[in-house]
């Protein structure tokens, strides 16, 4: 009856729990997956903005050569602009010695006119490629300064890209940061999950000497499962089995199905050689068979099969290194594990 009441009071804690946990694995589930989605927008983001910059900044170049250029179209017109000048003013200065001589000597009146006429002519000339000239310096001026204005639209645009990517790159941070908030809280729940459940097996297989509890591994020792060398399990082993049957079928009931869980059976021997005339090779194949068979009889009472693996690990895991009959004893064993798919 105090048993009953022991059970009672842990169905009553045990559904409440489980419903926390599957909230929980809810929630990590649902930021798990704002992270996924996030970090691919935000990569798809940068590598466009990455594209856009490569182009902003070659048309950058282009502009900068075009912008060298102009300038020196500008110089070499400015340059053509200045001697023209000088030559106009040349001109200006011999038509003003013409009529300095005109006005002194009338013999030369005729002569000057016409050097006169020739000159004002050239004159004339010369102001009109002049004004062309001033025309092309000022279209000149134009285009620069649009690609001045050009030039600083496509810097603001950079910074502003610029600005975006540093602004990514904090929210992929913070992201990176709440991720991993959250799987430590998951490490830690199932932590506790895992160490409930042993528990509940403990309390269902008693507590006895050759079957305890090693980190998070319940471990039978083999000689409760199975005779020397052999692997069939015994008539004892088999009662403690059904016993763990039991109790995985009532456990599987309250785990929630968005947990894909998995019960792994590890076959561990000792480092004494099997007799030559055994079945097996080695105690790896003896290791393998074991924790098969522990498998089968689990299945054969109710355990479905894609909740079990087993393992065979021979005498490669020792829980105790010395070369001892004590430690020979504690290395010979079927461990059990709950895990995560």
Same mark, same amino acid.
């Given at each position: 009856?105090?048993?009953?009441?022991?059970?009672?009071?842990?169905?009553?804690?045990?559904? +409440?729990?489980?419903?926390?946990?599957?909230?929980?694995?809810?929630?990590?589930?649902?930021?798990?997956?704002?992270?996924?989605?996030?970090?691919?927008?935000?990569?798809?983001?940068?590598?466009?903005?990455?594209?856009?910059?490569?182009?902003?900044?070659?048309? /950058?170049?282009?502009? *900068?050569?075009?912008?060298?250029?102009?300038?020196?179209?500008?110089?070499?017109?400015?340059?053509?602009?200045?001697?023209?000048?000088?030559?106009?003013?040349?001109?200006?200065?011999?038509?003003?010695?013409?009529?300095?001589?005109?006005?002194?000597?009338?013999?030369?009146?005729?002569?000057?006119?016409?050097?006169?006429?020739?000159?004002? #002519?050239?004159?004339?000339?010369?102001?009109?490629?002049?004004?062309?000239?001033?025309?092309?310096?000022?279209?000149?001026?134009?285009?620069?300064?649009?690609?001045?204005?050009?030039?600083?639209?496509?810097?603001?645009?950079?910074?502003?890209? @610029?600005?975006?990517?540093?602004?990514?790159?904090?929210?992929?941070?913070?992201?990176?940061?709440?991720?991993?908030?959250?799987?430590?809280?998951?490490?830690?729940?199932?932590?506790?999950?895992?160490?409930?459940?042993? +528990?509940?097996?403990? @309390? /269902?297989?008693?507590?006895?000497?050759? /079957?305890? /509890?090693?980190?998070?591994?319940?471990?039978?020792?083999?000689?409760?499962?199975?005779?020397?060398?052999?692997?069939?399990?015994?008539?004892?082993?088999?009662?403690?089995?059904?016993?763990?049957?039991?109790?995985?079928?009532?456990?599987?009931?309250?785990?929630?199905?968005?947990?894909?869980?998995?019960?792994?059976?590890? #076959?561990?021997?000792?480092?004494?050689?099997?007799? +030559? *005339?055994?079945?097996?090779?080695?105690?790896?194949?003896?290791?393998?068979?074991?924790?098969?068979?522990?498998?089968?009889?689990?299945?054969?009472?109710?355990?479905?099969?894609?909740?079990?693996?087993?393992?065979?690990?021979?005498?490669?895991?020792?829980?105790?290194?010395?070369?001892?009959?004590?430690?020979?004893?504690?290395?010979?064993?079927?461990?059990?594990?709950?895990?995560?798919?």
């Amino acid at each position: 009856m105090a048993l009953g009441r022991r059970r009672d009071r842990h169905v009553d804690y045990w559904p +409440g729990f489980v419903d926390a946990l599957s909230t929980l694995l809810l929630a990590i589930m649902f930021l798990l997956s704002v992270f996924v989605l996030a970090q691919f927008f935000l990569s798809q983001e940068i590598t466009s903005r990455d594209e856009v910059l490569d182009r902003l900044n070659n048309q /950058i170049n282009e502009l *900068t050569q075009l912008l060298a250029l102009e300038r020196t179209n500008n110089q070499d017109v400015e340059d053509q602009l200045a001697s023209l000048q000088a030559s106009l003013a040349a001109s200006e200065a011999e038509q003003s010695r013409l009529q300095q001589l005109l006005s002194s000597g009338s013999g030369q009146g005729a002569a000057a006119e016409a050097r006169i006429s020739s000159l004002t #002519g050239d004159l004339e000339n010369e102001r009109q490629v002049s004004q062309r000239a001033l025309s092309q310096v000022e279209l000149l001026n134009q285009q620069i300064s649009a690609l001045r204005q050009q030039i600083a639209a496509l810097e603001s645009a950079l910074e502003a890209s @610029e600005a975006k990517d540093r602004e990514s790159n904090v929210k992929i941070a913070d992201l990176g940061r709440r991720l991993n908030v959250a799987l430590a809280q998951r490490v830690q729940e199932l932590n506790r999950y895992r160490s409930d459940f042993f +528990g509940r097996l403990r @309390e /269902i297989l008693s507590d006895r000497e050759n /079957i305890r /509890i090693v980190g998070d591994r319940f471990v039978f020792q083999s000689e409760v499962l199975f005779a020397t060398g052999a692997t069939e399990i015994n008539p004892a082993g088999q009662d403690e089995m059904r016993k763990l049957a039991s109790a995985i079928l009532e456990l599987q009931q309250e785990i929630p199905p968005e947990i894909n869980w998995v019960l792994r059976v590890d #076959g561990h021997t000792d480092n004494v050689p099997l007799s +030559g *005339t055994g079945r097996f090779r080695d105690n790896w194949e003896l290791s393998a068979a074991r924790a098969i068979a522990v498998v089968r009889y689990l299945v054969e009472n109710g355990v479905p099969t894609e909740r079990l693996v087993a393992a065979g690990f021979g005498q490669y895991q020792p829980l105790d290194p010395a070369d001892t009959p004590e430690a020979r004893n504690r290395n010979r064993r079927i461990e059990l594990k709950l895990t995560e798919r």
